[in-house]
């Protein structure tokens, strides 16, 4: 069974960083697609960064510029560099892993931006 497990969410003011990691646990995910979504309150679910096994990424136009993802397959574990954070980022940050038909989420982070 696959785990997946969060952290590195918080408080920040507007303008600073925040660094998330994920990491799994249960099963290799070198081969998996990984990534994070995001849920602001009264929104749906949504993508923010993905990295393909072969390291091909996809971003939400919201973030492009300012997010960087990156993973360590060896360790299964995704990251979220997010720098230039605007209240609007301000969610709860779910990890995200998929294979073959299977998804697999993190509990998730919350992270906050204040103006």
């Known amino acids: 069974q696959v785990q997946l497990v969060e952290s590195g969410g918080g408080l920040v003011q507007a303008g600073g960083s925040l660094r998330l990691s994920c990491a799994a646990s249960?099963?290799?995910?070198?081969?998996?697609?990984m990534g994070w979504y995001r849920q602001a309150p009264g929104k749906q679910r949504g993508l923010v960064a993905t990295?393909?096994?072969?390291?091909?990424?996809n971003y939400a136009d919201s973030v492009k510029g300012r997010f960087t993802i990156s993973r360590d397959n060896a360790k299964s574990a995704v990251y979220l560099q997010m720098n230039s954070l605007k209240p609007e980022d301000t969610a709860v940050y779910y990890c995200?892993?998929?294979?073959?038909?299977?998804?697999?989420w993190g509990q998730g982070t919350q992270v906050t931006v204040s103006s």
């Open positions: 995200y892993a998929f294979r073959l038909g299977q998804a697999y």
């Open positions: 249960g099963s290799t995910l070198s081969a998996h697609v």
């Open positions: 990295m393909s096994s072969s390291g091909s990424t």
